[in-house]
């Protein structure tokens, strides 16, 4: 971001699996994190935006089955 790479620690947890009706294997996951817009060099606006930003990921995923 803004030029600058670094790593960030996301957390994820797992909501769900289920199979669907067409025998597919479906996961939900809820992923967070937070990183500090100082850490990439974007301390402008820091009157007007938090320096303190929220990531948040709800992610879907779906296995299809053999026979698909």
Known sequence: MHGVTRPITLT????????????????????GGQLNR?????TYLNVLVSNKVALRLDISAVRRSNDA
């Open 38 to 42: 100082g850490d990439y060099g974007m």
């Open 12 to 31: 994820a947890e797992l909501k769900g699996t289920e199979e669907d009706p067409r025998g597919n294997q479906r996961l939900a996951l809820e992923v």
